[in-house]
């Protein structure tokens, strides 16, 4: 893999924070800064329900990618989520985000990770390629339901 990805720490909030507000800004999701920080800062903690990772230079990330950990009976195990995966506008379309979802299954399945989930928009024709270039499918009898509580 030609991109480096580093597993987000607690001193990289104020790298993180700038670069989910403008993943929120640009997809339509509202959070104030404290909902934002509470929801990034314990993945920066080593809560054991998922990880941050940054993309590109620690100093200067272009993107992160945040992977959420649960378990599935059908798939055998615990399974791992992409809750979110941003990349700046700047510098898109330059194989990054397919490096990044080439190296992370790979490194998940060795750690034991047994299927490796994403949800994608409807309309959103260019990450549908890039999720099925990286051997993501849709599950065409199945559909993605939440509730929030």
Known sequence: MSTALHL??????????PLVEAF?????????????????FPLLEGTPLGVIYLI????????YVV?????????????AFVDELYIRP???????????????????SEAGVKAFHLEVDHDNETAKRLYTR????ARPRYMLMSRKL
Do not use: N
């Not at 929120?24 to 509470?38: D, K, N, P, Y």
């Open 56 to 63: 590109g230079p620690t100093r200067a990330p272009v993107g």
């Open 90 to 108: 700047a510098v898109r379309r330059r194989g990054m985000g397919s490096d990044v979802l080439t190296a992370l299954p790979r490194a998940l």
């Open 134 to 137: 990286a051997g993501f499918t």
């Open 24 to 40: 929120h800004s640009e997809t339509g999701i509202v959070l104030s800064e404290e909902e934002r920080h509470a929801a990034v």
């Open 8 to 17: 987000g720490r607690p001193e990289d909030i104020e790298r993180i924070l």
């Open 67 to 79: 992977i959420t950990f649960g378990w599935s009976v059908e798939f055998g195990g615990m399974d």
